[in-house]
């Protein structure tokens, strides 16, 4: 009986190798692939932990401030900042004028408490002295007579603003002149200038109100002469309108031309016909103790045209002001059944 011997072939055996020969480099790519994946899997942790880094580190900068900036840069940041702490202010004193604000303001400024007729002001301007001595010796009233005037329940004040140059010859001069005569209203907080007008107003009838209770309080150019005692009449009888706008009421077209006389740069927003409202002539025009808190407390936000009775004009457009158009505010050479006249 013939034993059987297995006999493998040579083809057999290199089959049989086979699995025993590739398993190494299986391993080795199983190695490197782990590798690969715990690499990236480092490389995005760390890149988090990089964002994560620069992010505090950014937030850190911004609160404290940033290090590295222009010129340019910080006036952008310093005027941004600026504007909204100027913003927040107008608001909150705009708040506070309207809470009562006001009644404070007399108290400190030495209001006696009087109710006052009328507060007159009569515009100025830093090269009008020789005006201002005419009018101390015709119209207005000066030392004694001034303060009996007002004794009678009217005001009158010479009103400017300060130089462009705060503290020079001129407004020393303007100093030293009020301390003699008692008679200026000066607005610190505006600049005297002819382009600057439109603004005056609106700084004179806030100042106004803030300073003194009155019924109305007149605005007055200084080239108009004033029958006094014809404007006191007047406003006696008009006591009890409380939202009173009076003036010489008028319109007119709209200068849209650069460089002429009465040039408004707004033109384009009186429409087609470039035709202003209506308002009261410059020159003389009167508010009720209502409109003229109205201007005081909204002096933030109204905006000013480029004169000053269009101005005025618009403001009162906005509420619910009585026009009175009086003939006798109407100023001319003329003097006949006017209270007003051109000096």
């Known amino acids: 009986m013939e034993s059987s011997i297995p006999v493998s072939t040579k083809s057999e055996r290199r089959w049989r190798s086979k699995p025993l020969q590739t398993s190494k480099p299986s391993l080795v790519l199983a190695f ?5 994946w715990l690499y990236v899997a ?55 004028k309207s809470q009562g604000y006001l009644k404070n303001r007399l108290s400190e400024n030495g209001s006696s408490g009087k109710k006052m007729l009328a507060v007159i002001g009569v515009y100025t301007g830093f090269g009008s002295h020789l005006k201002r001595k005419v009018f101390r010796g015709s119209w207005m009233p000066r ?89 006191i009449e007047l406003l006696e009888r008009r006591r009890s309108q409380d939202s009173a706008y009076i003036g010489c009421m008028k319109s007119g077209e709209v200068v849209t031309e650069e460089g002429k006389p ?4 707004d033109w384009w927003k009186f429409g087609d016909e470039k035709s202003y409202f209506r308002h009261a ?25 480029a004169h000053d009775d269009t101005s005025v004009g618009s403001w009162m457009m906005g509420v619910q002001a009585t026009y009175i158009d009086d003939n006798r505010l109407c100023c001319s050479s003329i003097k006949q059944d006017k209270v007003c006249s051109l000096a």
């Open 262 to 265: 009465w040039y408004e740069p």
């Open 32 to 36: 490197f692939s782990c590798f690969a």
């Open 42 to 96: 480092g490389r995005l942790w760390q890149d988090a932990e990089n964002r994560t880094l620069l992010s505090n580190l950014l937030k850190r900068n911004t609160a404290q401030g940033p290090k590295f900036l222009t010129v340019e840069d910080k006036l952008v940041v310093l005027g941004m900042d600026l504007e909204r702490r100027i913003v927040e202010a107008e608001m909150e004193l705009t708040l506070a």
């Open 143 to 231: 030392g004694d007579a001034l303060k009996k005037l007002e004794e009678r329940g009217v005001v009158i004040r010479f009103v400017i603003g300060r130089s462009a140059n705060r503290g020079d010859s001129l407004d020393r001069n303007i100093d030293s002149e009020n301390r003699s005569t008692k008679d200026f209203l000066i607005l610190e907080g505006h600049e005297e200038a002819q382009e600057e007008l439109p603004k005056k107003v609106k700084s004179f009838f806030s100042t106004a109100v803030q300073t003194w209770d009155a019924e109305f309080y007149v605005k007055v150019d200084d080239n108009i002469n004033l029958d006094l005692e014809g404007l």
């Open 281 to 305: 002539s410059g020159s003389l025009l009167i508010l009720s103790k209502n409109m003229a808190r109205y201007i005081d407390i909204n002096s933030a936000s109204l905006k000013s045209y």
